[in-house]
C-alpha cells in the first residue's frame, strides 16, 4: 500500500526566513512525487513535479529515495506563501498523476 | 474555458436525504476523480473514472455512487445522508502533467 506522510500539521516562519515542508513516503516501486496548494479562498492546484525538477515560485523539491523523502523548501519565505501544502504520490510511472494519494497535509504560515 | 466546475457550493442535508453533486470538465479528460476533504485528514479518493462509461472505486466509496455517462460530467451521488458525510467535497480531472481540481461543494449533514 502507498502512504503519504506530513508530520507537521502546522507551520509557522517569519517573513524571510528559510522554510521546508517534510513529506515523507512509502511505496514499493519507484514513485512520482508531487506538492499540491491550495491558497485560502482557492482551489487546489499543482505546484511542481519531481520528475520536472522545476523551481516553482521559488519552491523546490529533491526526491530522495533513500530517506524516501520529499521536502519542499524555500530559502526566503514570503507572506504570500501562507497556505495549505499537500504532499501527493502517484505509483504509476513516467510522470503520471493517476489516482494520487495524498498527504495530510502542512498549513504554512509565514508572519511579517 | 471554465476547467473543472461544481455546482451547488453548499448544502445542508438532514439525515437520511439524498442528492447529487454535480461536475463539470470542459478539457475533454478521460480521467475524472471524485475527492473528500475532511479538516486534518487531507483528501481521500472516493470514486474514479477512467473514461465515459467506466468508473471504480477509490478509498472511501461507501454510502456514494457515481455515474460516467459523459466525458464532460461526473456526478456523486449520496443515498441516505449520514452525519460522516459532512464534508468538503473536490472533483478534479487529469490532464498529462497535473489533476485540475473544482472548487469545491461544502456539504453539512444534520
Known amino acids: 500500500a502507498q502512504r503519504v506522510t506530513q508530520p507537521e500539521k502546522l507551520l509557522s516562519v517569519f517573513k524571510g526566513a528559510p522554510v521546508e515542508l517534510k513529506c515523507n513516503y512509502s511505496y514499493s516501486g519507484s514513485p512520482e512525487l508531487f506538492w499540491y496548494v491550495q491558497y485560502s479562498r482557492q482551489r487546489l492546484q499543482l505546484l511542481l513535479r519531481?520528475?520536472s525538477r522545476e523551481s516553482i515560485k521559488g519552491f523546490t523539491a529533491d526526491l530522495n529515495k533513500g530517506e524516501t523523502s520529499f521536502h519542499l523548501k524555500k530559502p526566503f519565505a514570503q507572506e504570500e506563501d501562507s497556505a495549505m501544502y499537500y504532499c501527493a504520490l502517484s505509483g504509476l510511472s513516467g510522470g503520471s498523476n493517476y489516482k494520487l494519494t495524498f498527504g495530510k497535509g502542512t498549513l504554512l504560515t509565514v508572519n511579517p | 474555458n471554465a476547467g473543472v466546475t461544481q455546482t451547488p457550493k453548499f448544502r445542508i442535508l438532514k439525515i437520511g436525504q439524498s442528492m447529487t453533486l454535480q461536475c463539470t470538465q470542459d478539457?475533454?479528460?478521460?480521467?475524472m476523480y471524485w475527492y473528500r476533504q475532511d479538516p486534518g485528514m487531507g483528501l481521500k479518493l472516493i470514486y474514479y473514472s477512467v473514461g465515459a462509461g467506466i468508473t471504480d472505486k477509490g478509498e472511501v466509496p461507501n454510502g456514494y455512487n457515481v455515474s460516467r455517462s459523459t466525458t464532460e460530467d461526473f456526478p456523486l451521488r449520496l443515498e441516505l445522508a449520514a452525519p460522516s458525510q459532512t464534508s468538503v467535497y473536490f472533483c478534479a480531472s487529469s490532464g498529462l502533467y497535473e489533476q485540475y481540481f473544482g472548487p469545491g461543494t461544502r456539504l453539512t449533514v444534520t
Open positions: 519531481h520528475i
Open positions: 478539457m475533454n479528460h478521460n480521467y
